[in-house]
């Protein structure tokens, strides 16, 4: 397993038929995926054409992760938490200035993906909405937005299959909510293909 330690990020190159595991070896841990097209990086994931394509907010076993073209991008395979958000956009310096008063720097999902991405000319304004894996965001009956504490345990993962060459940015999460308060590792697996 290669591990991301707390509040940092990595990107890394999954081929087409490759597996990627994703866990948090502490538990209570969210992780920030963004995806895009090793051949065409114009082509990303979208949080909107997920949601609309899947029929759900609730993205989990047995739904696709798709591209700005419409384009299927994962699969994910198993989900044994079965929480994650693609609503909110990954923390940023701005997160922390706006929603935590934050003064002075703070490390952020953001940063640590546009950061880690560069080697692939990757840039922040090419940075899109981020799927939160193990991200618990709730929402009341008026449609107000609560993030509450990751409930994914050191045993729960999610498994990815890719659907094209990728480029992946992924991250350790570093927004307090988001984690109940503390930070930690993530962990990930590039499981290579089987041969038929």
Same mark, same amino acid.
């Given at each position: 397993?290669?591990?991301?330690? *707390? ?14 595991? @994703?866990?948090?070896? &502490? ?29 759900? @907010? ?10 700005? *073209?419409s ?8 989900? =044994?938490?079965? *929480? ?13 200035? @706006? ?15 546009? *950061? ?30 609560? #993030?509450?504490?990751? =409930? ?6 999610i498994?990815?299959?890719? &659907?094209?060459?990728?480029? #992946?940015?992924? =991250?350790?999460c ?6 109940g ?5 993530i ?5 290579? &293909?089987?041969?038929e």
């Open positions: 397993m290669n591990i991301i330690s *707390r509040q940092s990020g990595a990107a890394f190159i999954l081929k087409k038929g490759e597996q990627l595991k @994703i866990q948090s070896p &502490q538990g209570n841990q969210v992780s920030d995926m963004v995806l895009f097209n090793l051949n065409d990086t114009r082509e990303k994931i979208s949080s909107g054409k997920t949601l609309d394509f899947e029929e759900s @907010i609730l993205i989990s076993s047995g739904n696709y992760l798709w591209s700005n *073209r384009e299927k991008m994962m699969m994910i395979l198993e989900d =044994t938490n079965g *929480r994650n958000d693609f609503l909110l956009a990954p923390c940023s310096p701005e997160t922390f200035e @706006i929603m935590y008063h934050h003064k002075g720097y703070h490390p952020s999902c953001f940063e640590n993906l546009y *950061r880690n991405l560069e080697a692939y000319y990757i840039f922040p304004d090419d940075i899109p909405t981020a799927f939160n894996i193990f991200m618990n965001v709730q929402f009341d009956a008026d449609g107000k937005l609560s #993030v509450d504490p990751p =409930t994914n345990t050191p045993q729960d993962y498994l990815f299959e890719a &659907q094209k060459d990728l480029i #992946v940015g992924l =991250t350790a570093s927004a307090e909510d988001s984690n308060g503390s930070f930690k590792e962990a990930y697996e590039i499981i290579a &293909q089987k041969n």
